[in-house]
């Protein structure tokens, strides 16, 4: 008999969730983590961290520039990074611990150790006190993601930075350089540009975020310019020099040219990031990998390996948290022999700066892609009451809708507190609703999402306050 139902190896959003509804049906339950700490990436290295930074510098921002317009005088603030610092690591700590907690009261058992899967059922664990092996009758592969490498740029954590390093520099540099405008080059941008640094972006591609819904990519790129980010897109990073006292960065244009030196102080290397599978034993139990090194997994999140299932940002899809913790609470559901379900088409993205950049559903691209018609609502931050008196009058929000059902296909807002803001669309996705739907709902004045009310009265052309 199999000492668990399921061990789950990794304990970032995706299997600690997993693990924690596998429990709560009744499941027999073991988490494996590598990590001193529980929590993964998302808690550790990525969402949690960064949003505290994303936090305090807003804030120190906010009280240099848009405190004395309030009438609040506090004098030029003064920086203490190494406090800083301490916050986001008390912030990261409790979360944690938070976590471990969730594990205790849900009666799980945590194996710290190195996870192989042995043989289908079989996990053996090798940590400090040795290799141990621990019988079940299912896996979930929990494993994640790692940064994506820069072809001919080492990353030393020290100058030649990724996320993780970006997260805790010891001082303001100079220049940043980041390389890639995606979501970690713009937020982990936008934290060190509020604390004094001088930011340039290199990105590929002739755009920024890809992906995202080009008009709203076009306005984010203004309004960061506008706020200090210079950008060089339809660019490649060919080599960082690390032998002088600067680093000097050789880019050239995508498609190749001239080369041009950047001087600066700190590159952040944000180009993606990349499955990861490095000794889980994959290979040997014959669980089939795609091209990009992603577990192929079926609706329900098997593997071809009977017994093996996998989730997160170690499979296609989106490398979200929230993506990752569903996709946990849907196999532990099928699993425990119930209907297990992710809705692919309802993910919200948020990228945290400011303003903010929430996303759900198609974009116009997509939508012109699929051949499909459709209508299009917009309206300005600055005709909403509550963004004018508080001075957050940057962006829109953006409804698309069937032209032929009213269907609501996509929702995109740029602006004050999109990322709260989006679950409103969401929500009224889920529930299959009409741009009418969301029209007709009342919206308490004055907030924000009156906005998003008025952007689904602009899809019928008729909005009230522009
Ligand atoms: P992970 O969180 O990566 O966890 C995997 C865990 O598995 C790790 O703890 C690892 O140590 C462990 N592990 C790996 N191999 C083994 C093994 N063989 N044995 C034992 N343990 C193993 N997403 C958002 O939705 N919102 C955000 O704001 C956000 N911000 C981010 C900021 C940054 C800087 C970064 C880097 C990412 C951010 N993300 C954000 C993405 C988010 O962190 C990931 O999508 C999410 O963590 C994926 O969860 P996961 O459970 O699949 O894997
Ligand atoms: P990303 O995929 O968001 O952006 C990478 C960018 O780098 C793209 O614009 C790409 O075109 C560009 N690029 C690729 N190769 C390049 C090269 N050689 N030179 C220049 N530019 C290049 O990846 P990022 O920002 O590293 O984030 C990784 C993952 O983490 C994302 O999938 C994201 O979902 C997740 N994440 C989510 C956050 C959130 O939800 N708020 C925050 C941070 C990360």
Redo the contacts with the bound molecule.
């Keep these: 008999m199999s000492a668990y139902d399921l061990v789950v ?7 600690y969730v997993c693990a924690i509804r596998a429990a709560q049906l009744g499941l027999k339950t073991a988490v ?4 001193k700490t529980l ?4 808690l550790n ?3 949690i961290p ?2 505290a930074l994303l936090h305090a510098s807003e804030l120190y921002e906010e009280a240099g520039h848009g405190f004395e317009a309030m009438g609040i005088k506090v004098g030029k603030p003064k920086l203490d990074l190494a406090a800083m610092m301490a916050f986001k690591d008390e912030g990261v700590d409790g979360n944690v611990k938070g976590v471990e907690f969730l594990m205790k009261k849900n009666k799980i058992d945590v194996h710290v ?4 899967i042995a043989a289908p059922g079989k996990v053996e664990v090798t940590g400090e006190a040795g290799t141990t092996t621990l019988e079940t009758k299912a896996i979930v592969v ?4 790692e940064v994506a490498p820069l072809k001919g740029v080492a990353i030393d954590e020290t100058r030649i930075v990724s ?1 993780t390093g970006a ?1 805790a520099l010891p001082k303001v540099p100079k220049k940043l350089l980041v390389v890639g405008a995606g979501v ?1 080059g713009l ?2 941008g936008s934290v060190w540009r509020r604390l004094g640094a001088e930011v340039e972006v290199v990105e590929f591609l002739d755009r920024i975020v890809p992906g995202i819904d080009l008009d709203v990519a076009r306005q984010f790129q203004r309004i960061l310019q506008k706020q200090g980010f210079a950008f060089r897109l339809s660019t490649k990073v060919t080599g960082i020099d690390k032998s002088g006292a600067r680093l000097k960065a050789t880019v050239e244009p995508a498609a190749g040219g001239e080369p041009v030196v950047i001087d600066c102080d700190v590159a952040l290397i944000a180009i993606g ?1 990349v499955p ?1 599978t490095d ?2 034993g994959l290979d040997a139990v014959g669980v089939a990998l795609d091209p990009r090194g992603r577990v192929i997994t079926d609706a329900h999140f098997a593997t071809n390996v009977p017994g093996i299932y996998a ?4 499979i296609a899809g989106p ?6 913790e569903d996709e946990g609470v849907a196999v532990a559901e099928i699993l425990a022999g119930k209907a297990g379900h992710v809705n692919y088409g309802v993910i919200p993205g ?1 990228v ?1 700066t400011t303003p903010e950049l929430a996303t759900v559903g198609r974009t116009e691209e997509d939508l012109k892609a699929a051949g499909i018609a459709y209508n299009v609502g917009k309206f300005p931050f600055t005709a909403n009451g509550r963004a004018k008196v508080n001075r957050t009058t940057d962006g829109f929000v953006k409804v698309l809708a069937d032209a032929k059902t009213d269907r609501v296909l996509g929702v995109h807002i740029l602006g004050p507190d999109a990322g709260n803001m989006i679950a409103e669309a969401a929500l009224a996705m889920e529930f299959g609703a009409s741009s009418e739907d969301i029209a007709r709902t009342c919206h308490a004045h004055p907030t924000l999402t009156e906005a998003v009310k008025e952007a689904a009265l602009a899809v019928e052309k008729r909005a009230l306050h522009m």
Excluded: F
């Design positions: 190896i990794g304990t970032g959003p995706g299997g494996v983590e590598k990590r929590g993964g990436t998302c290295i990525g969402c960064s949003k150790g190195t996870g192989r929990a494993t994640g993601s996320s997260l970690i937020e982990l990031r990861y000794g889980l989730i997160g940002d170690v490398m979200l948290a929230h993506k990752a948020v945290y």
